[in-house]
T-cell receptor, first 114, second 115 residues
Framework: AQSVAQPEDQVNVAEGNPLTVKCTYS??????LFWYVQYPNRGLQFLLK??????LVKGSYGFEAEFNKSQTSFHLKKPSALVSDSALYFC????????????FGKGTRLSVIA | NAGVMQNPRHLVRRRGQEARLRCSPM?????VYWYRQLPEEGLKFMVY????????ESGMPKERFSAEFPKEGPSILRIQQVVRGDSAAYFC?????????????FGPGTRLTVL
């Protein structure tokens, strides 16, 4: 069965500092990996995805994520956090070998402090 | 190009009533997914539909819940005889095809409150 773990419920970062939101996954085959962001009372917005190729993926709003197969991780990063980055972040995985639905982590609340 | 539309945005029902949630996918998208989000939890997959077909309903409770995506009109998630535990945010997402690597585009959600 597929699963996603986001070990931190909350991440606090000072504005201008780098941020990391952690994600590890478990699938039987090879994964497709996604990051989404949710602002209050809104739906999820797509940030970036890993399909194949370069392990470092760049996405919207200056975010990037690195796929690490040996550690089964797909951590989200940004070199310099903005207050407007404060939101709920979800990692999601889908096994590319089977007809299975997208599985989401529980989310990590990012708070960027001015 | 309008995004995924959901209505109503907020729905209040008393125990035992029916809730009908509507989702219009993005233009050109024929694949619809429904998710439920409980407070402080991630999204849980419920059902995946293509026009006139249910492809995967493995996440949907066996009783009281049903979904459809007719040839014309929006997708409907129907909850009969609602109970307090059905209170949650229900999100609809769409994609242009069934490719596993496609990102899904989400609507703003319907927040269901059962009194």
């Amino acid at each position: 069965a597929q699963s996603v773990a986001q070990p931190e419920d909350q991440v606090n970062v000072a504005e201008g500092n780098p941020l990391t939101v952690k994600c590890t996954y478990s699938v039987s085959g090879n994964p497709y990996l996604f990051w989404y962001v949710q602002y209050p009372n809104r739906g999820l917005q797509f940030l970036l995805k890993y399909i194949t190729g370069d392990n470092l993926v760049k996405g919207s709003y200056g975010f990037e994520a690195e796929f690490n197969k040996s550690q089964t991780s797909f951590h989200l990063k940004k070199p310099s956090a903005l207050v407007s980055d404060s939101a709920l972040y979800f990692c999601a995985v889908r096994d590319r070998s089977g007809n299975t639905p997208l599985v989401f982590g529980k989310g990590t609340r990012l708070s960027v402090i001015a | 190009n309008a995004g995924v539309m959901q209505n109503p945005r907020h729905l209040v029902r008393r125990r035992g009533q029916e809730a009908r949630l509507r989702c219009s996918p993005m233009k050109g998208h024929s694949h619809v997914y429904w998710y439920r989000q409980l407070p402080e939890e991630g999204l849980k997959f419920m059902v995946y539909l293509q026009k006139e077909n249910i492809i995967d309903e493995s996440g949907m409770p066996k009783e009281r819940f049903s979904a459809e995506f007719p040839k014309e009109g929006p997708s409907i998630l129907r909850i009969q005889q609602v109970v307090r535990g059905d209170s949650a945010a229900y999100f609809c997402a769409s994609s242009p095809d069934s490719s596993f690597y496609n990102e899904q585009f989400f609507g703003p959600g319907t927040r269901l409150t059962v009194l």
